[in-house]
């Protein structure tokens, strides 16, 4: 049978089969007959099952006639949502006039009722600024006009703050309703309104009995302050006129500025001239650090700003900080041109001041590379320029120096603290530019020492700075043979860092001793071989005074240095030269095959082994021979190598009974381990069985 033939009887009980809204108003629509007969029971429904949750919904979106259909079915007009707001409360907010006068008019309704964090229908009202919904609330007898929520906000500070004029006009002509009371974090509504910038509502306010102009809140922030930082000039102007504003105000959370100086170091200049026309304004103020209005505004390079704080009889140009910095210093330090020359143009000022840290406007520009700056403090009399020459020529500054070297006073061989002159950090920091400028001032000391002992020659060399190299040796009164105080030559440090083109010019000059020493006793050839400078030992070795056999201070050879550090083609090139011992030992008793052998270089123990002077059970200090050493490190390829060597030891122990086997099986060198006891198995059985029982404690 259809649906539409069923009785009336039969609908309704399929109806009660259902239980939710949405189930029940499907079935309703499925034909007119259906829909005309059910929605009745789907209002009582809602009413009586779901506590007139859609009595809340249609209150929310002002739905009046689904409103009032719910209060005819005997909906709960009290009913809350998740957040306890109620129908006339989701009205109230969104400004449904004929909703909540049709609330308003049922028994048992609460015009004041408070949701979960105690805001009323008129918090919401007024935050929303729905004048005629405010209206119809204060006309209610049990209504708070002055009600706290929450976070201690009544209804005039959400209007306030939300700059509802019209609803600020109806609160404030409620005798109940407090115009100056605090919120929790102590704004009050004047404070909130000038926060937003309300200006019409500060009116209203300011013009209310009992409101104080000049409150503070936990922040310590008035009104002004709050208008200020929000930049709301016209609101500033209002309370600024008012009797009781202290236009002196602080910030507490900005250094304890007063406003002109945050005024002043933000360039708000209109807010600058009202401020200097107000009769308590000190325009020469100190905050925490002891900085004026003036230092801000000269460091952030507000022109305007600074011609009006400098036009004011009370301000001191000059005054500074506790780093003692001056204005000028600020300002040059952070490239502002203009309010430099503003500055300089004040008699009191002193182009010339240094800082706690010895900096002068001077050295703080060319620090920035602020050229026109430079350009404008170097024109003033009396200024240092020593320390700026200094710094230009460390950090390569061509122009800069070209501009000191002009000038009839400058010492081109001044010294900083370390002895260092502009050449020798010019040539130290590879500015070859610079070093051509200076090289072409007379009574230029090319060869000048800092506290070291190194000479522009010998910096140039250790930082591999080959041009200057270049430069530097076509200078009459340099010497290529220099020391520093640790003994190294530029030869040395060309040597070290492998720079052939600066290794061939140096032995070229008169008078380089190609075997010098450093304090550690290193020749030349001994750093070349070490760092595995091929070319370099090339060249060295073809020099007739070098000694390819030399020992450091530790007895260790060039050979030495080569064969630990795994320099292969330079262990061959040493090799070949006559004189040179393969087996030499250092102080520890370490010939080169152990200290190659130690360090797994392949390469060079096969290279070593083929010498005929070569004893491959060579033992050290500690009694360690290469094959131990080697097996020791897990070094397999070598192991196999001195394995194969006639005459070798496979069971050799050291100064404490430990064996090749021993430290491999002890390391974990499983590989190594099995090849020693292959070995091993061809001697006495008892030596094999007892290193293959330790083995298998471990493996």
């Not at 129908?87 to 109230?92: I, K, M, Y």
């Not at 105690?118 to 935050?127: D, H």
């Not at 006559?578 to 190659?596: C, H, W």
């Not at 270089?601 to 491959?616: F, G, H, N, T, Y």
Request: with cysteine; net charge negative.
């Amino acid at each position: 049978m259809p649906l539409r033939d069923l009785s009336d009887k039969l609908l309704l009980c399929i109806s009660g089969e259902l239980d939710s809204d949405a189930d029940i108003n499907a079935f309703a629509r499925s034909n007119w007959r259906l829909y005309s007969n059910l929605n009745t029971y789907l209002y009582r429904h809602n009413v009586r099952q779901l506590g007139s949750s859609g009595l809340l919904w249609a209150a929310e979106y002002g739905l009046t006639v689904v409103v009032q259909r719910f209060l005819d079915e005997g909906a709960n007009v009290e009913a809350k949502n998740a957040r306890h707001r109620t129908p006339l409360c989701l009205a109230a907010e969104n400004g449904h006039e004929a909703v909540v006068k049709l609330l308003l008019a049922q028994h048992g309704v609460d015009p004041d009722c408070q949701d979960f964090y105690n805001r009323t229908p008129l918090s919401w009202a007024t935050e929303n600024g729905h004048e005629a919904v405010v209206k119809l609330l204060l006309a209610q007898h049990s209504v708070d006009p002055d009600s706290q929520d929450f976070h201690n906000r009544t209804p005039l500070s959400r209007a306030a703050e939300n700059g509802h004029k019209a609803v600020v006009k109806l609160l404030l002509a409620q005798d109940a309703v407090n115009p100056d009371f605090c919120s929790e974090d102590g704004q009050t509504p004047l404070s909130w309104a000038a926060d937003n910038g309300h200006e019409a509502v500060v009116k209203l306010l300011l013009a209310q009995d009992g409101v104080n102009p000049d409150s503070r809140d936990e922040n310590d922030w008035t009104p002004l302050l709050h208008a200020f930082w929000n930049g709301h000039e016209a609101v500033v102007k209002l309370l600024l006129a008012q009797d009781g504003v202290d236009p002196e105000s602080r910030d507490s959370n900005a250094n304890d500025r007063t406003l002109l100086s945050c005024a002043a170091g933000n360039g708000h200049e209109a807010v600058v001239k009202l401020l200097l026309a107000h009769d308590g304004v000190n325009p020469d103020s100190r905050d925490e650090d002891n900085r004026t209005p003036l230092s801000w505004a000269a460091e952030n390079g507000h022109e305007t700003v600074v011609k009006l704080l400098l036009a004011q009889d009370a301000v001191n140009p000059n005054f500074c900080n506790e780093d003692s910095r001056t204005p000028l210093s600020w300002a040059a330090d952070n490239g502002h041109e203009a309010v430099v020359k503003l500055l300089l143009a004040q008699d009191s000022v002193n182009p010339d001041y240094r800082n706690k840290y010895g900096q002068k406007p001077l050295l703080l520009a060319a620090a920035k590379r602020h050229d026109t700056i430079v350009k404008l403090l170097l024109a003033q009399g009396g200024v240092d320029q020593a320390p700026l020459l200094l710094l230009a020529a460390e950090n390569g500054r061509e122009a800069v120096v070209k501009l000191l070297l002009a000038q009839d006073s400058i010492d081109a061989d001044s010294r900083n603290m370390y002895g260092q002159t502009p050449l020798l950090l010019a040539a130290g920091n590879g500015h070859e530019a610079v070093v051509k400028l200076l090289l072409a001032q007379n009574g230029i000391d090319p060869d000048s020492r800092n506290n070291y002992g190194q000479t522009p020659l010998i910096l140039a060399a250790a930082k591999r700075h080959d041009t200057i190299v270049k430069l530097l040796l076509a200078q009459d009164g340099v010497n290529p043979n220099s020391h520093d105080e640790d003994d190294w030559t530029p030869l040395s440090w060309a040597a070290e860092n492998g720079r052939e083109v600066v290794v061939e010019l140096l032995l070229a000059e008169d008078g380089v001793n190609p075997d010098s020493r450093n304090n550690y006793g290193q020749t030349p050839l001994l750093l070349a071989a070490k760092n595995g400078r091929e070319a370099v030992v090339k060249l060295l070795l073809a020099q007739d005074s070098v000694n390819p056999n030399s020992h450091d201070k530790f007895d260790r050879t060039p050979l030495s240095w080569a064969a630990e550090n795994g320099r292969e083609v330079v262990v061959e090139l040493l090799l070949a030269q006559d004189g040179v011992n393969p087996d030499s030992r250092n102080k520890d008793g370490q010939t080169p095959l152990l200290l190659a052998a130690e360090n797994g270089r392949e390469a060079v123990v096969k290279l070593l082994l083929a010498q005929d002077s070569i004893d491959p059970n060579s033992r050290n200090k500690d009694g360690q021979t290469p094959l131990l050493l080697a097996a020791w490190n897990g070094h397999g390829a070598v192991v196999k190598l001195l394995l194969a060597q006639d005459g070798i030891d496979p069971d050799s122990q050291d100064l404490e009974g430990a064996t090749p086997t021993s430290r491999a099986i002890e390391y974990g060198h499983e590989a190594v381990a099995v090849m020693l006891l292959g070995i091993l198995r061809k001697g006495p059985s008892s030596v094999y069985e007892r290193y293959l029982t330790a083995s298998r404690h471990v493996f």
